[in-house]
């Protein structure tokens, strides 16, 4: 495990290096800033409004950290001539895949973490409430959806030829989720027969995402959610990634590294 721990703390650090965190918090910071601005007006509809306007900005911005940092990973220690280095130390495959895996997974918890504090202080500056419980669940669930999305990006970026395609199918298939994966089970039953099998068979096999946005809670500062679906909902998140891991690993093992 030191081995995966070590290269997870490399891939941490170039978070710092590069400017691509920074440029999204400043931007999802400056639409919070508004946030506060409007609530002059004491208008809770609005500040609602910019509550849903903010949070879509922070999941716009996970996806795009944990899809970006994730598809460079590989294709980068192999044009860089640092996988062959890597590998010999030893360090085995299986673990060079975890070690990118969790590295990429941690540091969108720790992205995610600040997006949602700024957005929690914000927030219970200009609305009174400190709904911290809330605020947890909507992170936890909110990064172990990442963790299915870093684990898929991760399987593309061995199987595609170049980061850029694997993180414009990846983006495509994520977001095609998000929006229309509960609605294949009702569009399956209006189809005919054989129409019917392929569409269902991909609603019942594809990870719903969906089942993690808990936005809506968040906005309308709803109830709590049941510790016992949050822990449901972790499982599956973890039996998915581990899933796509295990692809990847069947790829990554017989793949040539010239």
Same mark, same amino acid.
């Given at each position: 495990?030191?081995? %995966?721990?070590?290269? &997870?703390? %490399? ?8 400017? *691509? ?10 639409? =919070? ?37 994730? &598809? ?9 001539? #640092? ?15 975890? $070690? ?6 941690? =540091? ?8 949602? /504090? ?6 219970? #500056? ?11 669940? &909507? ?29 414009? /199918?990846?983006? /495509? ?11 294949? $089970? ?12 392929? %569409? ?12 993690? *946005?808990?936005? *809506?809670?968040? /906005?309308?500062? $709803? *109830? ?6 949050? $822990?449901?909902? =972790? ?15 069947? %790829? ?7």
């Amino acid at each position: 495990m030191n081995n %995966v721990f070590a290269l &997870a703390i %490399v891939v941490l650090k170039e978070l710092y290096r590069r400017k *691509d965190f920074y440029v999204l918090f400043v931007l999802t910071a400056l639409i =919070t800033l508004l946030l506060g601005a409007v609530n002059l007006f004491n208008d809770d509809k609005i500040v609602r409004y910019l509550k849903e306007i903010c949070l879509l900005l922070i999941w716009v911005s996970s996806l795009v950290i944990a899809i970006v940092t994730t &598809a460079r990973q590989i294709p980068a220690e192999r044009e860089n001539r #640092t996988l062959f280095p890597l590998l010999a130390k030893p360090v085995s495959r299986a673990q060079l895949l975890l $070690g990118k895996f969790v590295g990429c997974w941690l =540091t969108c918890g720790l992205a995610l973490l600040i997006f949602y /504090i700024f957005f929690a202080v914000m927030s219970g #500056t200009r609305e009174h409430q400190w709904p911290v419980l809330n605020y947890f669940q &909507a992170l936890w669930l909110h990064w172990w959806m990442l963790a299915i999305v870093i684990a898929v990006t991760l399987l593309g970026s061995l199987v595609f030829a170049a980061p850029s395609s694997n993180a414009t /199918i990846t983006f /495509i298939v994520v977001i095609g989720i998000l929006l229309v994966g509960r609605h294949l $089970g009702k569009v399956a039953l209006q189809l005919a027969p054989l129409s019917q099998t392929i %569409v269902y068979a991909v609603y019942m096999a594809i990870p719903h995402l969906e089942f993690f *946005d808990v936005r *809506d809670l968040v /906005i309308h500062n $709803g *109830d709590l959610i049941a510790w016992w679906a949050c $822990g449901t909902a =972790t499982l599956y998140a973890l039996a998915y990634s581990a899933f796509f891991l295990f692809l990847a690993w069947l %790829v990554f093992r017989k793949k040539a590294l010239n």
